[in-house]
Each structure stands twice: as structure tokens, then as C-alpha cells.
């Protein structure tokens, strides 16, 4: 089996699908890529076993096979080399795989590609259709507020639910949450709900463009195709929790704040929290919003106002600086909105200004107010 193919090119495609790859995997042969030929396709697939990522692109080619070869040294020779056609040849006898280059030649030990774990294809052929963009936003949005946790397996991943006319992501922590709805689905007929892992979406991100995805899913796994690439990956098997149940409706205290002058204000005033509680102290009146921060334990401390809008009773709530900072930085908008109730009950941060077929929605639980 050989083949001739650009290298900056095969480069990328395997800079995009290593993400799946992992330091010491349980299997020997996934320290690899799978190559596989098959007319004049080359298809790259690397796997963890509960994600993998298949890139196609074309190739001139001599015989058709299949071949793991180690991604380390392979991706670190096409680093070193400028674009130029490079050439596989590979014994498909001894599985010994020669690179030819312009500059020389360079041979790694390949192990057959039969040994790399069958890649897994859906049961059934549930499959809605997305613009790109949407779908990136859908996780970028969302994902932050994910739990680290493998106690609460739910949490870990982000829920994706279809429901026929809306598209919607949810992430939470117990302490934030995060949902976001896009309201342009079209003419689907599919209605599902499932949680993907955190790690496959942050790789989802890396092969997604502007191009229409399809995903596809089953009861175990989902698919998203972009493009030449697609990501499969294992569902997380657990119930979702009714976050629903936690959106508070009757806050009835409205803060217009900008939402760059808030998050420049938190990232300074932040530095001056107690770093283990990272709490900064709200204090709200109809026209300034005073932010405090305090450190006790070393007598550190700062203040700031800023120009808000408010309408409702004066109040004063905590929150944690780095979970705001966070839910400021995921939005794009000029100004954002906060509903609140009290300070204990949980405040609810939305943009004013949203796309006209999106909805942005943010929940944040206070901190309790320390003296």
C-alpha cells in the first residue's frame, strides 16, 4: 500500500482528530492514528474507545489496506517539515511504514490496522441537521457550567435535547446553570434528549465549521458530522436532572448593568477576594451598583461602582467572582440583565439584546453573605 499526500494538509487533519488520543491508553495500538485506504481516500480515525474522530480526505494512492501508525512521532516529523507531497509506502507484510520526503526518508514501526477497536456506527438512524455556528455556540455557551465531579455523572456533561421546533443545551453545577435555545429548527420530525461528555464536546469544537452538521444518535452513542470530519462519542447513561424545577419565575428586581464594564470591575475587584471563597459583595440602589471584595485574612480589600439601571427594592447579594466572570465572558451582548429575589434565592442573567432565533439563559446561586 502507498500513498502521496500533501503534508501541511494531512497535518491538520491529524492535529484535529489527535485530540482523541490519549497519554497511556488502555490498549497499546490507540497511541496511534488508523490510517485506511480505500480507492483514493485516505481516512484517518483516532479513538479512546469513548471518542473518536474520523477525517477523510483525498490522496493519490497505489493498493488499498490499513495501518495504525504512532501518532507522536509521526505528527511531530510533519511539524518539521514545510508543505510539500510526502509518500507512505507501507510493507503490508511487517507493517513497517517508510515516509518519503524531500529531504529524506524516515521509517516508523506500523502494527496492522485490524487491530484498532471497530469504530461504532448507529443502531438506528435518528439524525437532525444544524447550521455549524449554531451548534458551536450551543456548547461554547453552555459547557463552562458543567460539573467536574465524577460523583454526579449527569452533571459532567452537557444535556441536549430536540424537541421537534427548538434545539437546547444545558449545563450546570448546582451552583450555575446555563441554557441555551435555538428556536429555527425547521421542518424536524425528531424529538430525543441525551448528555454528552464534556472532553467530546472540546474536541466537537475543534472539527466544526460553518457547514451544516448532521447528528446523528442512538440509545449509546451520538454522531456529529462536519464537513469531512465526524466525532463519535459514548452517551453519558444517567438522568438528567429537571432544571426546570430551579429557574425561579417570580424575581421581580431588575438590574441593566454593561457587561464589559461588569466583567473588567469583577476581574480587578476579584483579585481582592478570599481565594477560597471568591466572594464579592452586590449592592444595589436605582441608579450604582457598589462592588466590594474583601480578604480578611490578610487585610486586603477594594471597591467600585457602576453606572446601572435598577428598578426594585435596594439590595445586597454575594456572589462568586469566578462563576460570574465566567457567565459574563461566554456572552457577547452590550448589556445583560440580572432578575433577582434576594440574597439567598438564585438570580437569573440574561443579554438585553439576543439573536432573533436564540435564548440565552443564565442562573447563578448567591453566595452567603459573610461579615
Known sequence: MKFTVSSSQLL?????AGGAIQSRP?????????????????????SDLETSITTRMEVEAEGEGSVAIPARILTDTLKQLPEQPITFDIDEDTYMVQLTSAYGKYKLAGAPGDDFPVTPQPESEDEVRLPGNVVLRAVSKTIFAAADDELRPAMSGVFFQIDFDKFRTVATDAHKL?????????????ASQFIVPRKSLNLLKGILSDEEVAV?????????????????????????????AVIPVDNPNHLTVSRQDLLSSMKRISIYANQTTNQVMFEIDSSTLTITAQDLDFANE???QLHCSYEGDNLAIAFNAKFLIEMLS????????????????????????QAEDEDILMLLMPVMLTV
Open 12 to 16: 491538520k487533519q491529524l492535529q484535529m
Open 26 to 46: 488502555v490498549i497499546p495500538v490507540l497511541e496511534g492514528f488508523l490510517f485506511k485506504i480505500t480507492g483514493n481516500e485516505l481516512v484517518v480515525t483516532a
Open 178 to 190: 446555563v441554557r441555551y435555545t435555538y428556536l429555527a429548527m425547521g421542518d424536524n420530525k425528531v
Open 216 to 244: 446523528a444518535f442512538d440509545s449509546k452513542f451520538v454522531f456529529f458530522t462536519s464537513g469531512n470530519s465526524r466525532l463519535s462519542c459514548r452517551l453519558i447513561d444517567a438522568q438528567y436532572p429537571d432544571y426546570n
Open 302 to 304: 477594594a471597591t467600585e
Open 330 to 353: 461566554a456572552l457577547d451582548s452590550e448589556n445583560v440583565e440580572f432578575s433577582l429575589f434576594s440574597p439567598t434565592r438564585a438570580a437569573l442573567i440574561k443579554p438585553t439584546e
